[in-house]
């Protein structure tokens, strides 16, 4: 993917797209690539980088809902749960198996959790991970030796999936462009246009890097922008009702000993509600979440104190090596695009569903919201199926069921530190071909090279330091003082690589070193 080339597409096309994709997210990007890959004419556009907002900020999970079987809401679980195998069948570079213990404290938990996990696996069907069973406490403590023994009955494992969010992101962005669709970050949408009917007809837009504005035509315009859904849809009918009740969720990222195991440990039952993860990831701990009202959305929302400290609390009742703020190595935060109830009075979002709503207004403004990341496939061939029929498109059968996404590759073990690549892993270690040193890792505590920085900005359109040290690689939310140290060399690369200058590259470190401050727990 090369943004100037994308550009240059969106410029020479002189009549009207079949669709124009406002949002660069999971939604957003999972729509292009349905409609794309239908054969459909596809413009997407997002106001920051692809999964700036919340897409790069979940709990890395692939899953059905444990917690939404509980609700009884087993019509989700069972479509998630599909979805999770579709994912891993046609991504399994990304996605693939993890365990998940749940300790029990009491006598009562292993039956009324091992029955609940059999029910999980049989809603699974075909599209099962693995087999839940009951553990020994001696079983349980082998799985997980970092476990807290005091009152230990035992233990319950089941399995689902894990992935990298946004690296999954970028394959998918780059699946639609090699369908044929255009896709432009920091290309914010700054009116829907009309036509005579007062029917949404296309989008004016603003390419940051230039500061000039453009405008595109459309048989149907889609609002796929997630927590800021509710601005776009204003720009057609500014009287409207807002839908969205965003949420806030933080995680905790720690080094890899605090839970020194390939399973995951998950809390069925937090003082809030929520169920709470502790999981390895990358070589690190990441232990969330929360759910935590909040009145307006924002790109780079902060912890608030007392998220932090249910955490910590909640994750010392399960690990025999209680956490603390100084071991916190970088803290990220994300807002839950969630679906407001219809009726009024209830704050409480963990209550909100996870289901995805479709909304057409007056003017055909197609709005899609909620959702959950292991659906986002589903919820694109729905959101598409609606756009056809309102634009009144060629009636085009789903392909994405059994689409391969961009770097499949069936055996991400022989691929070393860069799996998350798949198949291009191949063409970033020909970077190297002439500078081994390319493949040396940037910082002893992460993983990341010089290659990578390169490969970035050469295929998967990275335009600043953060879009590199927070999206392409995931140092940032690994580890934000080892992302912060590395930050003037990526810009150096980046600089030569973009034809910028020194003052692009030093401006660029300040920027970042900014934004990572707020990573960092004191």
């Known amino acids: 993917m090369n943004r100037h080339q994308m550009l240059e597409r969106v410029v020479a096309r002189t009549t009207p797209w079949d669709m124009i994709v406002i949002g660069g997210g999971a939604t957003g990007v999972g729509v292009a690539i349905d409609a794309a890959s239908r054969g459909f004419a596809v413009l997407l556009l997002e106001a920051q980088d692809f999964g700036k907002g919340t897409s790069s900020r979940s709990t890395k999970l692939i899953h059905g809902g444990v917690r939404y079987l509980e609700q009884g809401n087993i019509s989700l679980v069972m479509e998630a749960l599909k979805e999770r195998g579709l994912l891993r069948q046609n991504a399994p570079h990304l996605v693939h198996d993890l365990a998940f213990i749940v300790p029990n404290y009491s006598w009562w938990e292993a039956p009324f959790y091992g029955i609940g996990m059999k029910i999980y696996d049989l809603l699974a069907g075909k599209y099962g991970f693995g087999r839940s069973r009951i553990l020994s406490s001696q079983e349980t403590i082998e799985e997980l030796p ?109 080094e890899r000993s605090f839970l020194r195991a390939d399973a995951a440990i998950m809390v069925p039952h937090t003082s809030d509600g929520r169920v709470l993860f502790a999981i390895p990831w990358h070589q690190h701990t990441v232990v969330g979440t929360t759910d935590t009202p909040v009145q307006e959305p924002s790109y780079e929302p902060l912890p608030f104190e007392e998220e932090i400290d249910f955490i910590l609390d909640t994750a010392a009742q399960f690990l025999s090596r209680p956490p603390t703020r100084k071991d916190i190595l970088s803290v990220y935060v994300g807002i839950r695009p969630l679906v407001k109830m219809q009726e009024e009075g209830s704050t409480k979002t963990s209550a909100l569903s996870r289901d995805h709503t479709i909304h057409i207004d007056s003017a055909g403004l197609i709005t899609i919201v909620g959702g959950k990341w292991t659906t986002y496939r589903h919820m694109a061939e729905d959101c598409v199926n609606h756009a056809i029929t309102l634009g009144r498109l060629d009636d085009v059968a789903c392909e994405t069921r059994s689409l391969h996404l961009h770097g499949y590759h069936e055996n991400s073990d022989e691929l070393g530190d860069l799996w998350v690549y798949g198949s291009d892993a191949a063409a970033i270690r020909e970077i190297a071909a002439n500078d081994p040193e390319l493949l040396t890792p940037m910082h002893p505590d992460l993983t990341y090279c010089a290659a990578e920085v390169i490969w970035a900005v050469r295929n998967e359109m990275a335009r600043t330091v953060e879009d590199v040290l927070a999206r392409r690689t995931r140092a940032l939310f690994l580890n934000a003082r080892a992302a912060i140290s590395i930050a003037p060399r990526v810009a150096g690369i980046m600089s030569h690589e973009l034809g910028e200058d020194d003052k692009w590259a030093s401006d660029q470190v300040a920027a970042f070193t900014a934004l990572a401050e707020n990573y960092l727990v004191r």
């Open 146 to 254: 970092n476990l807290q023994t005091e009152g230990l009955k035992g233990g319950v494992i089941y399995y689902d999936g894990q992935f990298d969010d946004t690296r999954l992101l970028i394959h998918m962005a780059a699946t639609a462009a090699d369908y044929g669709a255009a896709l432009v970050n920091y290309a914010p949408v700054i009116e829907i246009t009309k036509d005579v009917d007062g029917f949404a007809s296309g989008v004016i837009f603003k390419d940051s890097e230039s500061g000039m504005t453009m405008q595109a035509a459309a048989r149907v315009v889609i609002n796929a922008t997630g927590m800021f859904a509710d601005n776009v849809r204003r720009m057609t009918d500014p009287e409207s009702k807002k839908m969205i009740a965003p949420s806030q969720g933080i995680h905790l990222v720690f």
